[in-house]
């Protein structure tokens, strides 16, 4: 795969959108995006550009993947939960940047496909799961979750999960604009939230949704 073509998208995609965080620039160098995407799309794994997958998927683009890991700014000691694994980019960034990433995939075929190519790329402090985590109790405390598929509504079950000092990155909305948010755990009890940009991205399966009226 052509540095060209990775620097460009380092360079004119992500750092151009305010991510200005080196070691987030240095993790989408280091990362092969290339190595993650599905091989009919290898030629445009470094394009501003949707990535279809399997069951109406899509990879995020490399301008958000960036502005989240600069949002979420994990460290070598943080405990990472990412909810939506898809091919596993995301997860590898993020357990580049983190002590252990465990990720929840509701399509077994997505979850083995991600987990394969994490073990191929030597990411042993990353694990992935085929489940439906909006079914599942989080009993553990994380210092940081990403969920890559969006919330119609939201849902403070994940806030409810993080440490204190964690930061939860969600995208919010059920329309065709969404807001990208940064939840912090300031206490047992508070939290603050800062709206971050705008985006839109498919909603996790089975995530709640606002009522609809009918007039």
């Known amino acids: 795969m052509s540095t060209v073509a990775l620097e460009q998208m380092v360079m004119q995609q992500v750092r151009a959108w305010d991510v200005l965080d080196d070691r987030v620039l240095d993790t989408l160098r280091k990362v092969p995006r290339e190595a993650f995407v599905p091989p009919a799309y290898r030629d445009v794994a470094h394009a501003d550009a949707p990535i279809p997958l399997a069951h109406g998927q899509h990879m995020l683009a490399p301008?958000?993947?960036?502005?989240?890991?600069?949002?979420?700014?994990?460290?070598?000691?943080d405990t990472v939960l990412e909810i939506g694994t898809g091919t596993g980019f995301v997860t590898a960034c993020l357990a580049a940047c983190s002590r252990h990433v465990r990720s929840f995939e509701i399509y077994e075929d997505l979850a083995a496909d991600a987990r394969a190519r994490l073990v191929a790329r030597g990411y042993g402090n990353a694990e992935v799961r085929a489940a439906d985590a909006?079914?599942?109790?989080?009993?553990?405390?994380?210092?940081?979750?990403?969920?890559?598929?969006?919330?119609?509504?939201?849902?403070?079950?994940?806030?409810?999960?993080?440490?204190?000092?964690?930061?939860?990155?969600?995208?919010?909305?059920?329309?065709?604009?969404?807001?990208?948010?940064?939840?912090?755990?300031?206490?047992?009890?508070?939290?603050?939230?800062?709206?971050l940009f705008e985006t839109w991205v498919e909603a996790l399966v089975h995530a709640a949704r606002p009522p609809r009226f009918v007039f």
């Open 63 to 77: 301008k958000v993947v960036g502005r989240l890991l600069q949002a979420v700014d994990a460290s070598a000691l």
């Open 134 to 195: 909006l079914d599942l109790p989080l009993e553990s405390r994380y210092d940081v979750i990403v969920l890559t598929g969006s919330l119609p509504r939201y849902d403070e079950r994940f806030q409810q999960a993080l440490e204190v000092g964690g930061r939860l990155f969600a995208i919010v909305g059920d329309g065709p604009v969404m807001s990208a948010r940064l939840v912090r755990r300031t206490s047992s009890t508070t939290w603050t939230t800062d709206d």
